[in-house]
């Protein structure tokens, strides 16, 4: 098994850390598990995972998901899921970072941060490519950010 202060395991993509606690291989492709932290204003863009549910467990921190329309912030203790096929995003909120556990099921979805991380690739710089990646994962991405979201409808983002 693999855990969170692991530094074999431990990477950081577009300033997030990931720590795969548990990988596919370790539960015969059941789920993987990732300890994931971002700093304040982080999210990924609007996507659906085809392939996996995901929920995460706020850890530290606090964080602002959007899932098919509505919008809903976590605090430590709490969580969301999201089933595959839903589309969604997330933006950590507030002033300091947000640590919370990833939960795929099924496993196998957590090698998209690691191979972004080993390539180095940047959101918007290098869309393509990371587009490309994401189709081997069964991860479609399907519009901006959450604060970018949030600007188009002319909303506060602060």
Not at 40 to 68: K, N, Q
Request: net charge negative.
């Amino acid at each position: 098994m693999s855990f969170a202060d692991n530094g074999d395991d431990c990477v950081e993509w577009l300033g997030t850390s990931y720590s795969r606690m548990l990988s596919a291989e370790d539960t015969g492709g059941a789920m993987s598990i990732v300890d994931s932290v971002g700093p304040p204003g982080s999210g990924p863009p609007r996507h659906v995972h085809r392939g996996a549910d995901e929920t995460f467990v706020m850890l530290s921190g606090e964080a602002e998901f959007w899932m098919a329309g509505e919008t809903v912030v976590k605090q430590v203790g709490e969580s969301v899921f999201v089933p595959r096929g839903t589309e969604h995003t997330f933006r950590v909120t507030g002033d300091k970072p947000s640590r919370h556990l990833v939960i795929l099921t099924p496993g196998g979805f957590d090698g998209f941060f690691y191979e972004m991380a080993a390539r180095s690739l940047r959101i918007p710089e290098d869309m393509e490519a990371v587009t490309e990646a994401a189709q081997r994962y069964q991860l479609e991405f399907t519009g901006p950010p959450l604060g970018a979201m949030q600007q188009e409808k002319g909303r506060d983002v602060s």
